[in-house]
């Protein structure tokens, strides 16, 4: 049996030859570098507009904006004056920070952005320059273990986010007075409610919570409860990686709708009122 050091491995991989993996192992990095580039962008940019993100008449709220907070902080800037800060920008800080310590997103952009590695069995170009590497043992990464108070968080969020679904069931005809209605907004709520909580459920912190630091799952009622909701909510992590990139694309679709609609761009077609 051989055994492998930090520095063997390094050495091994340093050593790969170029190109001796001749499948289309680069489409996944790429892929996720240019859909979670675009990602990025778009929020960033939405986060700072501050604007266009709710739709009174059709009880749409955007998902980078909600839950609507009863207060506001403002700065006085140089130049500018004063000023208040969107409340996306601390309102996104739980689902990015559980989503960029998520064990798929860590693994996703160690490959596509810092090429560390870049797949399995692929060399790596910078290796050899590269400061040798701590994994998440050391200062800046290590701090990527606080994931599982980041899905207490976001747990909550699915709950908020579910209040915004039935909301978006409430739809004001022309004179102002709501009815229970459902719009193409609706659907879309929906769609993406479900695909967040397959997504947050389906989190390796959450199936340790609810199946881990047990030695029986048979020996009482309890565990054995514990055992068959861990092989459900298995099958939501067996394909975590899928639930990953399907949220967070219909993240994104659900914020671009409410701020055309509510720019006037596109209108909010109603399907039943
Ligand atoms: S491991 Fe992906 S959300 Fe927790």
Redesign the pocket.
């Known amino acids: 049996m051989p055994s492998y050091t930090a520095e063997s491995r390094e050495e091994g991989r340093a050593r790969l030859p170029i190109g001796a993996r001749t499948d289309n192992w680069w489409t996944a990095p790429l892929s996720f570098a240019i859909v979670f580039g675009l990602f990025v962008v778009y929020v960033t940019y939405r986060m700072f507009e501050n604007a266009h993100y709710e739709v009174h008449a059709s009880g749409l709220l955007s998902p980078l904006y909600s839950p609507l907070l009863p207060f506001k902080f403002e700065v006085n800037l140089p130049l500018l004056g004063q000023k208040m800060i969107s409340p996306a920008i601390y309102i996104l800080i739980v689902p990015m920070s559980?989503?960029m310590?998520?064990?798929?997103?860590r693994k996703a952009y160690y490959r596509a952005l810092f090429q560390d590695p870049l797949a399995c069995g692929v060399a790596e170009p910078m290796a050899k320059s590269r400061m040798r590497y701590t994994g998440e043992r050391a200062l800046p990464f290590v701090a990527l273990n606080f994931?599982r108070y980041?899905?207490y968080a976001?747990a909550i969020f699915i709950f908020i986010l579910g209040y915004d679904v039935l909301l978006a069931f409430r739809i004001e005809d022309a004179s102002g007075v709501p009815h229970f209605g459902i719009g193409v907004g609706t659907l879309i709520f929906i769609v993406n409610w479900v695909l967040l909580t397959g997504?947050?459920f389906?989190?390796?912190?959450?199936r340790h919570l609810i199946g881990g630091g047990t030695d029986c799952y048979s020996c009482t009622a309890i565990s054995r409860t514990r055992y068959g909701l861990w092989q459900k909510f298995s099958l939501l992590?067996s394909k975590?990686a899928q639930w990953?990139w399907l949220s967070m694309i219909s993240v994104g679709i659900a914020d671009l709708y409410v701020n055309l609609v509510s720019r006037g761009t596109i209108p909010d077609l109603h399907i039943l009122f």
């Open positions: 559980f989503r310590s998520c064990y798929y997103y994931h980041a899905f976001a997504y947050t389906g989190c390796h912190s959450w992590n975590h990953a």
